[in-house]
């Protein structure tokens, strides 16, 4: 499993765009980017995921370069609510394991 | 009631008592976890279960008892703790057992306290 480190903490304001980079440097061929969302006292919560290119959804938009050694999670014009803890996880589609490796996250505190 | 439950959500235990922890997953997944997560460390993989079956136990103490008797239905019995496994208990399924390629849902968590 490919190990990720992204910024520890973020800081925005309501209406931003907030970008989040995860770094993966060994990441290998079979291997998939996912991102989850943690808020307090809760489980985490699956947000996006992609191998390559550009992802899209309601809830955000991940970017992987073409070396896919990182990757970008965005998350367009932030509110209050999305301050949560934000886990940049890589994994291998074709293993059976069922492992997901959280590191610590990145903290993003939306401000008023 | 959908999705991932557990009860209950928190919990306060002394150091000899035996508790378990309820886990019931509502989507029709084959494969559960159970996840530690302490206070300012990431979540910890515990155990993981695919059709009933153990997979994986990642060298957790045997203090933490899982079971698994079908599906949809995931327990972590406890005994003996210590304080420092005070921490947030998660539990999660998947449609199937996948490494990176399959959404992991995860319930509310149980808030354990050991005095």
């Known amino acids: 499993l490919a190990k990720t480190t992204q910024p520890i903490s973020m800081d925005s304001y309501e209406g931003q765009e907030v970008n989040i980079t995860c770094s993966h440097n060994?990441?290998?061929?079979?291997?998939?980017i996912t991102w989850y969302q943690q808020f307090p006292s809760q489980g985490p919560r699956f947000i996006i995921q992609?191998?390559?290119t550009k992802v899209t959804n309601e809830v955000a938009s991940l970017f992987i370069p073409a070396d896919r050694k990182s990757s970008t999670l965005s998350l367009p014009r932030v509110s209050l609510s999305d301050t949560a803890v934000y886990y940049c996880?890589?994994?291998?589609?074709?293993?059976?394991?069922?492992?997901?490796?959280f590191g610590q996250g990145t903290t993003l505190q939306v401000k008023p | 009631e959908t999705g991932v439950t557990q009860t209950p959500r928190h919990l306060v235990m002394g150091m000899t008592n035996k508790k378990s922890l309820k886990c019931e997953q509502h989507?029709?997944?084959?494969?559960m976890y159970w996840y530690k997560q302490s206070a300012k460390k990431p979540l910890e993989l515990m155990f993981v279960?695919?059709?009933?079956?153990?997979?994986e136990n990642n060298s957790v103490p045997s203090r933490f008892s899982p079971e698994c008797p079908n599906s949809s239905h995931l327990f972590l019995h406890l005994h003996t703790l210590q304080p420092e496994d005070s921490a947030l208990y998660l539990c999660?399924?998947?449609?199937?057992?996948?490494?990176?390629?399959?959404?992991?849902?995860f319930g509310p968590g149980t808030r354990l306290t050991v005095l």
């Open positions: 999660a399924s998947s449609q199937r057992l996948a490494g990176g390629y399959n959404e992991q849902f």
């Open positions: 060994n990441i290998a061929t079979n291997d998939y």
């Open positions: 992609g191998y390559k």
């Open positions: 996880l890589v994994g291998d589609a074709e293993s059976n394991t069922g492992k997901l490796i």
């Open positions: 989507l029709g997944h084959n494969a």
């Open positions: 279960y695919n059709f009933k079956e153990q997979t």
